[in-house]
C-alpha cells in the first residue's frame, strides 16, 4: 500500500476550513480550538475575527494581556487596514501600545459605549468583565482560552452570544493568587481553566484542533508533541534539512561551544554540570547559562529557514533566556551584563508564553534542587521552555534529575471530580531528559 506523503500546508488549511465553518455557520454557542505551540493561534484569531467582520457580524475580542490585545488590533490593522477596530482599555495612564496612534481606523477609549457599532472591539478580559448595560455582541472570540479562568469566563458570558475559544492546552495553567483547594472538584471551581470548565458543562460543543507548528523545527516536534501532547499530536510544518544553524567562528572547545556545536546539528543540548544541590540561583548555573549565551553571539551565528534561503545573522533579540524564577532570570540577566551581553530577553516562562526565538537557552526547573515539588513539576511550565525556539534549544543542567524524579514521586492529593491531567509533570520531564540525555555535553566550570 503506497502511503500517501503529509502534506502540512494542505492539512492545516483543512482544519482552518473546518473551525471556521463551525464559527460561521454552526449552531453550537461555542467552537473550542486546541494548538499547539506555533501552529498560528492569532493568525487564526485575526482571520476569524475578518470574516465575521466581513459577514456583518458584532464581534468582541477578549484576550488575556495588554500586550495580546494591541498586538491583535495591530495584525487586524495590517491585514485589513480600513477596517474600524475599537480598542478597549483601562483608565491607566499608558494604556496601550503608542503604535496604536498611528492607525486611522483604530478607535481608542476607555468606555463601550464609544465603541458601539464598529466591526469589531478589542479588550482584555479584566477590562470586559467592568463592561455593562451595553447590547450583547453577536459572537466573541477568546484569544489563549486555556490561560483565562473560568471565573473570568462567567463574568463576561452574558456579552455575546456565540464564542471562539482557541488556546493551547499544554501551556502553562491559570495563575491564581489565593488557594483554590476549597474548590477543587467542584463544578464551579474558578480557579479551573475556562476551557475545561465550558467543556465539563458543554460536552458537545465542536472541538478543532491546529494539526502543524509552524515554530518548531522537525527536530523539537516529535519531542514536544509526544511529551506535551500525547491525545492531540502534530507535526512540524518543515522538513529536516529546511532550517540549518551554522557559525562563523569555530569551538574553543569548551563546554559552552561543544553544546552549541550538538544544537546546531542536532536541535537539542544539554550542558550537564556536576550534580550538587544548590541554591535556587545556583551560581555556577547561571554563569554557564551567560557563558552559552555570550558564545552563541560571539561565534557569529547564521540562520536558514523556508524564511530566507541566505544565511540570516544570529542576532541577541534573536535569543532567549528561561528560567522557572523571576529571581534565576534576574541572575541570568546580571551575568549577562557582567559579560557584556546586551539585548536578550531574560524571563520566566509564564512570561514567555506566546513568544518565539531562534535559540532559546534554558535553566531547567530542577537542576539542582533537593526535592522535585508541585511547581517544578508543573507540565506547562517545562512545555513552553522546551517550545519557543524555531531552530535550536540549550539546556543547563545539573546532573541527577533523573534520580531525583525516582526518589520524589508525585504525592499531590487526588481528588474527586477533578480532570487529571496527561501527561502529568513527572512523566513529561522523563521524556524530555531521557532525549536530552542523547545530546549531552558533560562540563565542570
Same mark, same amino acid.
Given at each position: ?276 544541590? %544548590? ?93 522535585? %515539588? ?72
Amino acid at each position: 500500500m503506497t502511503s500517501v506523503a503529509f502534506d502540512p500546508a494542505a492539512a492545516a488549511s483543512r482544519a482552518t476550513r473546518e473551525i471556521l465553518d463551525d464559527t460561521l455557520h454552526g449552531d453550537a454557542r461555542g467552537v473550542v480550538v486546541d494548538s499547539p505551540p506555533g501552529a498560528g493561534k492569532s493568525t487564526l484569531v485575526v482571520r476569524a475575527a475578518l470574516e465575521l467582520a466581513a459577514a456583518g457580524r458584532p464581534l468582541m475580542v477578549v484576550a488575556q494581556t495588554n500586550a495580546q490585545v494591541d498586538d491583535l488590533v495591530l495584525r487586524l490593522a495590517e491585514k485589513e487596514p480600513g477596517l474600524p477596530v475599537g480598542r478597549l482599555h483601562s483608565n491607566d495612564s499608558d494604556p496601550y501600545d503608542k503604535a496604536l496612534d498611528d492607525l486611522d481606523h483604530v478607535r481608542k477609549s476607555a468606555k463601550a459605549a464609544d465603541l458601539a457599532g464598529l466591526d469589531v472591539v478589542v479588550s482584555t478580559a479584566a477590562k470586559w468583565a467592568h463592561v455593562k448595560g451595553v447590547e450583547p455582541w453577536g459572537h466573541a472570540i477568546v484569544d489563549e482560552a486555556y490561560q483565562m479562568r473560568s471565573d473570568a469566563l462567567l463574568a463576561v458570558a452574558g456579552l455575546f452570544e456565540r464564542a471562539l475559544f482557541v488556546g493551547d492546552p499544554g501551556q502553562l495553567d491559570p495563575f491564581s493568587v489565593v488557594g483554590a483547594d476549597q474548590w477543587a472538584g467542584l463544578s464551579y471551581d474558578p480557579s479551573a481553566s475556562a476551557v475545561s470548565t465550558l467543556l465539563a458543562h458543554n460536552p458537545d460543543l465542536p472541538q478543532h484542533r491546529l494539526p502543524v507548528s509552524w515554530r518548531l523545527p522537525a527536530s523539537a516536534a516529535p519531542l514536544v508533541s509526544a511529551a506535551f501532547y500525547p491525545y492531540t499530536p502534530f507535526r512540524s510544518g518543515t522538513g529536516a534539512g529546511d532550517r540549518q544553524l551554522s557559525f562563523g567562528v569555530p569551538s574553543d572547545g569548551s563546554g559552552p561551544d561543544r553544546v552549541l556545536d550538538e544544537a546546531a546539528e542536532s536541535g537539542w543540548g544539554l550542558l550537564e554540570l556536576p550534580a550538587r544541590l %544548590t541554591p535556587r540561583t545556583d551560581p555556577e548555573a547561571v554563569r554557564a547559562v551567560a557563558l552559552v549565551v555570550r558564545r552563541l553571539l560571539d561565534r557569529g551565528g547564521a540562520a536558514v529557514s523556508e524564511r530566507s534561503a541566505d544565511p540570516v545573522p544570529l542576532t541577541a533579540d534573536r535569543v532567549a533566556v528561561g528560567t522557572a524564577h523571576r529571581d534565576q532570570a534576574a541572575a541570568v540577566r546580571a551575568a549577562l551584563a557582567d559579560l557584556g551581553v546586551a539585548g536578550v530577553t531574560v524571563d520566566t516562562a509564564n512570561r514567555l508564553q506566546g513568544r518565539e526565538y531562534d535559540v532559546t537557552v534554558v535553566l531547567h526547573p530542577l537542576s539542582g534542587r533537593p526535592d522535585a %515539588t508541585a511547581f517544578h513539576l508543573e507540565t506547562g511550565r517545562l512545555c513552553v521552555l522546551a517550545s519557543r525556539h524555531r531552530h535550536a534549544c540549550v539546556v543547563v543542567c545539573r546532573a541527577g534529575v533523573a534520580d531525583l524524579l525516582d526518589e520524589h514521586p508525585s504525592t499531590e492529593p487526588v481528588r474527586l471530580g477533578v480532570t487529571v491531567k496527561f501527561p502529568d509533570g513527572w512523566e513529561a520531564n522523563h521524556a524530555v531528559l531521557s532525549h536530552l540525555s542523547e545530546h549531552r555535553i558533560p562540563w565542570s566550570p
